[in-house]
C-alpha cells in the first residue's frame, strides 16, 4: 500500500480506498406520520414481536443518550412467519426513550428530530461500508430504529477490551479479540470506513452529508469483519455543498473527546468527518484509545508531537500496537496510516485532505 497523498483518498490502485459505490434507494424513503408509525421493515414480521423483544435477557447495553433522552441497544432474533416459522433473522434495535425527569413534550420533540433525521438519512442509502436500517417503529413514549446486526460489534470493542463482553453468544469461546485484529485486517477495515465517508462527502450530486459523529464506537463490523458505519443521530445534509459550514442551529454537540475537530465549536463542515477518521486511523496503528490522558495529551496531539521528535521521520516503531501479531511484517504500511491519521489531524481543516 502506498502513502496516500493528500490530494486524495480514492484516487488510483494500493492506495488507502477506491469507491465502491452501489446503488441507492431514493431520499426520503421512510416519510413522517403519526405518533404512532409502523415498523417499515421490508419483511413478514410483526411490529408486536419485535416491540415484545424489548427485554433485559436481549439487552447489550445502555448507550447513555443525553440530558433528554435515553439510549439503548438489544438483540432480537426474529421468526419469518411467513417461512412456516424456519427462517430466522438477528437484528439489532436501538431504543431511545425520554428520561423521567423531562417533560413529555420537550423530551419527545428532542427525540422524534434525532430520529428523523437518522431515518431520513439512511432511508435513502444503500453502501456496503454503511449500516443498513431496515425499519423504524414509533411509539408516544420511545422509538425503536432496527437495523442488520452486526455479529462483531464495534472496532472500539476489538481495539480496546474492557469488562463488558463482545456481543456475541460465543464470545467466551473466543480468543481475545485483538489477537484476531491482524494488520489486514485492520488495514481493510481502515479501507471500508473510508469508502463509506467518501459516499457520504461526496457520493452524490446534490447533497452531502456530515456524519459529525466518527468513533471507533460508531464504527460496527459484521460476521467477516467488514466496518459498517453507524451512529447516524448527529448526521446532518449539507445543502450549501462541500467546504461551507452546516448552519450552527442544525448542530447537536457531539462532545466525544479524542476524536472532535479543534474548529468544532465555530465551523463544521465535512472536515469534521476527516479529523475524526484520522483519530480513528491512529487507534488503529497504535492500539491507543483516543481521549487516554497520557503525556502530551490526547492521541492526535501526542500522534503530531511524535512526529516532529523523529526528526522528520515523523514514525517509529514503538508506536504500533503490540498486540497486531503480525506487525514486523508491515511496518512500512503501518508508517503511512500512521502519517496519513496525522495528517487528516491538522489543526487547520483546509489543510486536511479530502475523502474522495
Known amino acids: 500500500m502506498q502513502v496516500v497523498r493528500r490530494a486524495s483518498f480514492m484516487q488510483g490502485q494500493g492506495q488507502l480506498a477506491g469507491r465502491g459505490l452501489v446503488a441507492q434507494a431514493p431520499y426520503g424513503w421512510f416519510r413522517r406520520g403519526t405518533s404512532r408509525r409502523s415498523c417499515s421493515l421490508a419483511l413478514r414480521y410483526s411490529e408486536q414481536h419485535i416491540v415484545g423483544s424489548i427485554r433485559d435477557d436481549n439487552a447489550m447495553r445502555n448507550n447513555g443518550g443525553t440530558s433528554r433522552y435515553q439510549s439503548a441497544l ?31 413534550a420537550r423530551g419527545l420533540v428532542d427525540l422524534d428530530g434525532r430520529c428523523q433525521s437518522e431515518v431520513n438519512l439512511l432511508g435513502g442509502i ?62 481493510s477495515i481502515a479501507i471500508g470506513v473510508a469508502r463509506g465517508l467518501c459516499y457520504l462527502h461526496h457520493g452524490r450530486s446534490n447533497y452531502h452529508i456530515v456524519h459529525h459523529n466518527i468513533n471507533s464506537t460508531s464504527i460496527l463490523l459484521d460476521r467477516d469483519l467488514r466496518p459498517k458505519i453507524a451512529g447516524f443521530g448527529l448526521a446532518r445534509v449539507n445543502l450549501a455543498g462541500l467546504d461551507h459550514p452546516v448552519p450552527a442551529s442544525e448542530l447537536t454537540a457531539a462532545n466525544i473527546f479524542g476524536y472532535t475537530a479543534p474548529e468544532y465549536a465555530t465551523v463544521v ?88
Open 74 to 104: 438489544y438483540r432480537v432474533q426474529l421468526q419469518d412467519a411467513g417461512a412456516g416459522g424456519t427462517s430466522a433473522r438477528t437484528v439489532l434495535v436501538k431504543k431511545l426513550s425520554q428520561n423521567e425527569n423531562e417533560s413529555t
Open 126 to 187: 444503500r453502501h456496503d461500508n454503511i449500516i443498513n436500517l431496515v425499519g423504524s417503529i414509533w411509539r408516544d413514549t420511545f422509538i425503536l430504529l432496527v437495523y442488520d446486526h452486526m455479529d462483531n460489534g464495534s472496532l472500539h470493542q476489538w481495539l480496546h477490551p474492557g469488562p463488558v463482553p463482545l456481543p456475541l453468544p460465543e464470545a467466551e469461546r473466543r480468543q481475545t479479540a485483538t489477537s484476531q485484529l491482524d494488520w489486514p485486517t485492520r488495514r
Open 269 to 356: 463542515t465535512e472536515k469534521v468527518d476527516v479529523y475524526s477518521f484520522g483519530v480513528v486511523l491512529l487507534e488503529l496503528v497504535t492500539g491507543r484509545v483516543a481521549n487516554e490522558a497520557v503525556p502530551g495529551g490526547h492521541l492526535a496531539t501526542w500522534a503530531r508531537r511524535h512526529c516532529e521528535e523523529e526528526n522528520g521521520r515523523g514514525f517509529s516503531e514503538v508506536v504500533v500496537d503490540i498486540r497486531i501479531p503480525d506487525r514486523a511484517r508491515h511496518v512500512k504500511e503501518m508508517a503511512a496510516v500512521f502519517r496519513l491519521g496525522v495528517e487528516c489531524t491538522i489543526p487547520d481543516p483546509g489543510e486536511r485532505p479530502p475523502m474522495l
